[in-house]
């Protein structure tokens, strides 16, 4: 088999304060799997964005098979089988479509001009055919809408396979997966490379990387540090030339000044997944909610924070039963949210950097009867971009200009001026590399020994193990165990997270 050789050279572009790629090259053929990575910043996700022409402004050369292409639209690095699926699947489907109707958009749009009308049972047909192809079992008439994440992501693979496409990106496609599903995808993976589709995997997740990709190349700082096969390297070396420096310790002391109890969830269950969910935190502890992907985490963790509609059960605060009825009164009452969606939920993607760590307690930058102090704001946005090490241009760069660590760090150090008493992370190291691993558990370990009551919501089992002091294992929207974090593993947690009993 012949394959497609896909060239960048000496590519790089700038934004304002920023060179975020610096004469990069980057070469991959079809019909292999091709991982690209780095630390949060390190540039990877703009050089995609570039190759899929989203970005438009850049210098240097893109080349398949030695020929010189001009991509600078997403149609024309389409015309050119490029294509990408974003790690935000949702931002790419339109949900009151069909599932067929979003597979088969790009040939309906571009179908347009030479007929004013669609064949809907061509359509659907031809859509069901790709679906079977791939082995997806979703109808071709079900509303996107109605869709898991999971089940979205494989309708964006499916859109790309609808077209000739030769390379095709995925911007951290395993991040909201469970292991199923990303063994699913996996195998998805491994069809479309039989098929002479080039495969550019980015990813955090390093075990993945040495299971499903042939190549791997590293990216810090904007520019390229190394390209080689997968075979030849190591786990260990990677995260070294990723970070520049050797990786200590991970994971940082555990609290060991546990306090009295200060936070209890009675027989908690909501309107949709929680069933009579009891637990407790004490002060300075560090609590998991573990559990895989569909467990009920994230709805826990909202109906605590008044986002989701509590049917049954209480909520204490030092005793105090709270009023949970919206995100508002959970606030004022002492508890903070950092949500799993932060893009969606956790940040203001399009306001800056200092009006995101200071929007959850504006009231100690306002004097009464006056306008907001700006002075007072920039100050203290500084200082917390210092201790968080924030890697910003300015206070004023825009959020959604930062990598996804930095976006973490910010959605994290916005609740630190609020002063809460209960802090609950939902998959605070989703799509975060590992220097920015370190630095999160840090400040969470930080908030424990000030007092804090913490909890932990993790799918990740080693994160559950490394950072909490007690645990509690959730399966179908119900606690299946409690554990004492020291005297447990990850097998057990496993066994408990599956539905063994």
């Known amino acids: 088999m012949i394959h497609t050789v896909l060239k960048m050279k000496e590519v790089s572009i700038e934004f304002p304060g920023v060179k975020a790629l610096d004469s990069v090259d980057f070469t991959m053929k079809s019909g292999t799997t091709h991982a690209l990575i780095g630390a949060n910043g390190a540039g990877k996700s703009t050089l995609m964005k570039v190759l899929s022409g989203i970005y438009d402004h850049y210098t240097g050369e893109i080349l398949i098979d030695d020929h010189k292409t001009n991509i600078r639209t997403p149609k024309e690095a389409q015309g050119c089988g490029i294509q990408i699926v974003h790690q935000e699947v949702d931002t790419a489907l339109i949900p009151n479509l069909t599932v067929g109707e979003n597979i088969m958009l790009s040939n309906t749009v571009n179908g347009m001009g030479k007929r004013q009308f669609v064949r809907w049972k061509d359509l659907h047909k031809k859509a069901t055919v790709i679906l079977n192809s791939l082995n997806i079992h979703v109808s071709s008439k079900k509303l996107v809408s109605e869709l ?44 479309l490379k039989a098929k002479d589709v080039g495969i550019i995997f980015i990813s955090h997740r390093l075990p993945e990387i040495f299971e499903i990709c ?48 200060i936070f209890e969830v009675n027989t908690l269950s909501d309107t949709d997944k929680i069933r009579n969910i009891s637990l407790s935190v004490h002060k300075g502890e560090i609590v998991g909610i573990a559990g895989l992907v569909g467990a009920g985490k994230t709805e826990f963790c909202k109906a605590l924070f008044g986002e989701a509609k509590i049917k049954s059960g209480e909520v204490k605060l030092r005793g105090k039963v709270l009023t949970l009825s919206n995100p508002y009164q959970a606030v004022k009452q002492g508890i903070a949210l950092v949500p799993e969606e932060r893009r969606k939920e956790g940040i203001l993607v399009m306001e800056s950097v200092a009006t995101n760590l200071t929007a959850a307690n504006l009231g100690a930058f306002t004097r009464p009867f006056s306008f907001l102090n700006r002075k007072a704001e920039k100050q203290k946005a500084l200082e917390l971009i210092d201790s968080l090490g924030i890697k910003t241009p300015s206070e004023e760069a825009r959020v959604q200009n930062l990598s996804g660590g930095n976006q973490q760090k910010i959605a994290i150090g916005k609740w630190l001026i609020a002063d809460a008493d209960v802090y609950i992370f939902d998959e605070p190291t989703k799509g975060v590399d590992v220097g920015a691993k370190k630095d999160i558990f840090e400040l969470i370990c930080e908030l424990a020994q000030r007092g804090k009551a913490i909890i932990y919501a993790s799918s990740e089992l080693s994160e559950i193990m490394g950072i909490t002091n007690r645990l509690y294992v959730l399966y179908d929207g119900q606690v299946a165990k409690e554990l004492e974090t020291d005297l447990t593993n990850e097998e057990e947690l496993l066994f408990y997270s599956t539905g063994g009993n």
């Open 148 to 191: 898991t994440l999971a089940e979205k992501q494989m309708v964006l693979i499916a859109r790309t396979v609808s077209t000739d496409c030769k390379f095709l990106i995925l911007d951290e496609p395993t991040a909201p997966l469970s292991h199923s599903e990303t063994k699913e995808l996996f195998r998805i993976v491994q069809e």
């Open 214 to 261: 042939d190549e791997i190349t590293i990216m810090r700082n904007g520019k390229l540090v190394s390209h080689e096969f997968v075979a030849d390297t190591t786990t260990g070396k990677v995260v070294e030339q990723m970070l520049g420096r050797e990786l200590q310790e991970q994971f940082p002391k555990k609290p060991s000044q546990i306090g009295e109890k």
